[in-house]
T-cell receptor, first 115, second 113 residues
Framework: KAGVTQTPRYLIKTRGQQVTLSCSPI?????VSWYQQTPGQGLQFLFE???????NKGNFPGRFSGRQFSNSRSEMNVSTLELGDSALYLC??????????????FGEGSWLTVV | SQQGEEDPQALSIQEGENATMNCSYK?????LQWYRQNSGRGLVHLIL?????REKHSGRLRVTLDTSKKSSSLLITASRAADTASYFC?????????????FGQGTRLTINP
């Protein structure tokens, strides 16, 4: 059974541009969460989608957005990129919503560098 | 604020020795999950321990949970060079009505051959 798949793995963008990252959860999983990991802030929760609806949101500006499709695949978008957005973006999936009793599996991440 | 706080921040031991990493958290939890991360890679799920469990094993891994002390520990026995990685604990905390994982800065474990 395939794990959580994220694309692209690496990308470089220029300040002011926007970026879209994609995530395919484990087959049968309906929840997808996104995290940002930086050396300074560590792993920070961005948002969670379940059944195409955002269920939970972290403390990030509105430039960070996401969506989930009917097949549970998810995308996150960052608009008007800033240098500080350079990070490893991790997608995670689980069977049910939230972390209550659910094992949460992570993908390999997408490395974003903003120059 | 970060929920899971790992201790120590860095640990360096010889191959074959045991490695113990500790985690403390602040509020009541539903469960606590441990992860491993190799440099530049994603998180690998190791063990989920529920709040009503005290100990779980998986191969060379042993996790304990003490809810009265709000702490957990991860023990890796007979360490190998391949165990070199960062280890994170992630308590599942209820925030705004939803359970979510909140990560600490992790413990960077180095196994010396």
């Amino acid at each position: 059974k395939a794990g959580v798949t994220q694309t692209p793995r690496y990308l470089i963008k220029t300040r002011g541009q926007q970026v879209t990252l994609s995530c395919s959860p484990i087959s049968g999983h309906r929840s997808v969460s996104w995290y940002q990991q930086t050396p300074g802030q560590g792993l920070q929760f961005l948002f969670e989608y379940f059944s195409e609806t955002q269920r939970n949101k972290g403390n990030f500006p509105g430039r960070f957005s996401g969506r989930q499709f009917s097949n549970s695949r998810s995308e996150m978008n960052v608009s008007t990129l800033e240098l500080g957005d350079s990070a490893l973006y991790l997608c995670a999936s689980s069977l049910g919503q939230g972390a209550s009793g659910n094992t949460i599996y992570f993908g390999e991440g997408s490395w974003l560098t903003v120059v | 604020s970060q929920q899971g706080e790992e201790d120590p921040q860095a640990l360096s031991i010889q191959e074959g020795e045991n490695a113990t990493m500790n985690c403390s958290y602040k509020t009541s939890i539903n469960n606590l999950q441990w992860y491993r991360q190799n440099s530049g890679r994603g998180l690998v799920h190791l063990i989920l321990i529920r709040s009503n469990e005290r100990e779980k094993h998986s191969g060379r891994l042993r996790v304990t949970l003490d809810t009265s002390k709000k702490s957990s520990s991860l023990l890796i026995t007979a360490s190998r060079a391949a165990d070199t990685a960062s280890y994170f604990c992630a308590p599942a905390q209820r925030v705004q009505g939803a359970q979510k994982l909140v990560f600490g800065q992790g413990t960077r474990l180095t196994i010396n051959p």
